[in-house]
């Protein structure tokens, strides 16, 4: 998700100070995604600088500025929900370059990237059920369901690498 677009619907909501979009951001996503302070900061200003948020208000008792998002921000916002993702990956990820170039430089043994990038999906595996289990007790239906396509993304993932692992890349038998 787009860090621009997240706060943007969050500004929706309510108007907020940077330091509570953060946490309202982070806790979303259910801690999945740890923002950078400053990172929200430099968005939200340059959010202000293309007119999508304006200040609400003067400054706080503790000199935080409010921020709220303008008609343009929600436009923007719901052009940007309106559109369909291509999907969770591209052929720019660095996984398929990566295959690519040790196919050729390693005369074809796969074997070793395959392993670290099989045990790499288990370990993303255990922690989005972890995840999963956690956001159903915290009663998060909505973040439970996000990390379920998340977790068929990565069984996809597990099963396309052991495919890679029995053929090889070019699709003959290793």
Same mark, same amino acid.
């Given at each position: 998700? #787009?860090?621009?677009?997240?706060l943007?619907g969050?500004?929706?909501? &309510?108007?907020?100070?940077?330091?509570?979009?953060?946490?309202?951001?982070e806790?979303?996503?259910g801690?999945?995604?740890?923002?950078?302070?400053?990172?929200?900061y430099?968005?939200?200003q340059?959010?202000e600088?293309?007119?999508?948020?304006?200040?609400?208000?003067?400054r706080?008792?503790r000199?935080?500025l409010?921020?709220e998002? #303008?008609?343009?921000?929600?436009?923007?916002l719901?052009?940007?929900l309106?559109?369909?993702? #291509?999907?969770?990956?591209?052929?720019? &990820?660095?996984?398929?370059?990566k295959?690519l170039?040790?196919?050729?430089l390693?005369?074809?043994?796969?074997?070793?990237?395959?392993s670290?990038?099989?045990?790499?999906?288990?370990?993303?595996?255990?922690d989005l059920?972890?995840l999963?289990?956690r956001a159903k007790?915290?009663?998060?239906?909505?973040?439970?369901r996000?990390?379920?396509?998340?977790?068929?993304?990565?069984?996809?993932?597990?099963?396309?690498?052991? &495919?890679?692992?029995?053929?090889?890349?070019?699709g003959? #038998?290793e």
């Amino acid at each position: 998700m #787009s860090l621009k677009y997240g706060l943007l619907g969050l500004l929706v909501e &309510e108007p907020l100070h940077g330091y509570e979009v953060k946490n309202r951001f982070e806790a979303m996503l259910g801690g999945t995604w740890e923002v950078n302070i400053g990172q929200v900061y430099t968005t939200l200003q340059r959010l202000e600088r293309d007119g999508l948020v304006r200040p609400a208000g003067e400054r706080g008792d503790r000199g935080k500025l409010l921020y709220e998002i #303008s008609d343009s921000g929600r436009k923007a916002l719901n052009e940007w929900l309106a559109q369909p993702e #291509s999907g969770p990956q591209e052929l720019r &990820e660095d996984i398929y370059v990566k295959l690519l170039l040790a196919a050729r430089l390693a005369n074809g043994d796969l074997g070793p990237l395959l392993s670290r990038q099989k045990r790499a999906y288990l370990q993303r595996l255990r922690d989005l059920n972890q995840l999963e289990a956690r956001a159903k007790k915290d009663g998060r239906t909505d973040l439970a369901r996000l990390v379920r396509g998340a977790l068929l993304h990565t069984e996809a993932d597990i099963k396309w690498i052991d &495919e890679l692992s029995e053929t090889g890349i070019s699709g003959e #038998s290793e």
